[in-house]
């Protein structure tokens, strides 16, 4: 048994970790692994040349480096299907809820910064769903889902871009800066539960810190929207959130784009 670890610098939270599990699930000669997000870290227990391993990695565009490849006494565990099963969907019912949330009063408060933050949900919601096809489900089926995913997000992702340059241009009411701070603030708690169950569930395999949750692109997004509310409020703009907003819809588009290179 070979144990190999890889930096991967762009793989900052349990989205990509899902992403990189379902990418190295159909390799035979894995046969466990170890994720560090704090540290942007991955042991890869295998047999066999690593070499197939970093090519596959180098396909999802998380800036992936091969560090040392040594000898290990590595234990292949019983099956844990089930437990991830039972986490997985409750990442995923969590994060769909907070989507339609989100979306809903993003509406009704006519603020960007809570749309875009939805369709980060979605994203997440997405790579959990694929997760979970994954385990029971056949290659094919995987891709076909991951594909209308990716394309939807990107679709998703323009239109997004469309209406935030239209209120850029026009004249737009100020959206409800306590609304984005309260809904913000929420999905801020959802997001940290959920990253606080993914920890807890690793079992022996988990070295990760509590610290990674604080580095996690949902919660760096939730904070955002909490301090555009807040400019927006401070400076009677809107700008401040069409800003987030923009920022938060070029995030959706770069998942998009990972998970269509996933159905390749």
Not at 29 to 57: M, Q, S
Not at 78 to 103: P, Y
Not at 123 to 131: C, K, Q
Not at 251 to 262: F, H, M, N, S, T
């Amino acid at each position: 048994m070979e144990k190999t670890i890889f930096n991967i610098t762009k793989m900052d939270c349990p989205s990509e970790e899902q992403l990189i599990r379902m990418k190295l699930q159909d390799f035979d000669t894995v046969k466990g692994l170890e994720f560090d997000i704090a540290n942007r870290k991955l042991d890869v227990y295998h047999n066999g040349n690593p070499e197939p391993i970093f090519l596959a990695l180098g396909t999802l565009n998380l800036n992936t480096t091969l560090v040392s490849t040594e000898k290990s006494n590595f234990v292949v565990e019983t099956d844990t299907s089930n437990k991830q099963r039972k986490l997985l969907w409750i990442v995923l019912i969590i994060n769909f809820l907070f989507f339609g949330l989100e979306m809903l009063f993003g509406i009704f408060s006519g603020s960007m910064g809570l749309i875009a933050d939805s369709l980060d949900m979605l994203a997440d919601s997405v790579v959990y769903a694929l997760a979970l096809i994954a385990v029971g489900g056949t290659i094919a089926l995987k891709n076909n889902i991951a594909r209308f995913a990716g394309y939807f997000q990107v679709l998703l992702a323009i239109v997004g871009f469309v209406e935030v340059i239209r209120r850029f241009m026009g004249i737009e009411a100020m959206p409800d800066f306590k609304t984005m701070i309260v809904v913000s603030v929420l999905a801020l708690i959802a997001n940290v539960f959920c990253l606080y169950l993914l920890q807890k569930n690793k079992s022996k395999e988990a070295h990760m810190q509590a610290s990674m949750i604080f580095t996690s692109n949902d919660v760096i997004i939730n904070s955002g929207v909490i301090v555009a509310g807040l400019l927006v409020n401070w400076l009677n703009s809107s700008y401040p959130d069409l800003i987030i907003g923009a920022i938060v819809f070029v995030i959706v588009a770069r998942g998009a784009y990972r998970i269509l290179k996933l159905a390749k």
